[in-house]
């Protein structure tokens, strides 16, 4: 049984930073693509960062610069470092990860991250 917890959301002022992390089981992380999206609310849920297998990364234009995904594999979890933050920030963050021989992949239960002073 795959399980994916994130941890690390919260109330942070603007400017401030979160690191966010997705602790896996029955998955192995290294061996999968897997990445973040967030849903704020009214809106669809939509890509912030992903990082394929082999270890390649693309982000959301407006995360550029700002967010980093990573992954310790020793650990077989995954982060997002999140700085400089804007209100526009504020949403659940979901962890996504798939194996690449499967067709559909497994989600996290979600944090809430709130941007706002």
């Known amino acids: 049984q795959v399980q994916l917890v994130e941890s690390g959301g919260g109330l942070v002022q603007p400017g401030g930073s979160l690191r966010l992390s997705c602790a896996a089981s029955?998955?192995?992380?290294?061996?999968?693509?897997m990445g973040w999206y967030r849903q704020a609310p009214g809106k669809q849920r939509e890509l912030v960062a992903v990082i394929a297998r082999a270890g390649s990364i693309n982000y959301a234009d407006a995360v550029k610069g700002r967010f980093t995904i990573s992954r310790d594999n020793a650990k077989n979890t995954m982060y997002l470092q999140m700085n400089s933050l804007k209100p526009e920030d504020t949403a659940v963050y979901y962890c996504?990860?798939?194996?690449?021989?499967?067709?559909?992949?497994?989600w996290g239960q979600g944090t809430q991250v709130t941007v706002s002073s």
């Open positions: 996504y990860a798939k194996n690449t021989y499967e067709v559909e992949g497994y």
């Open positions: 029955g998955i192995i992380l290294s061996r999968s693509n």
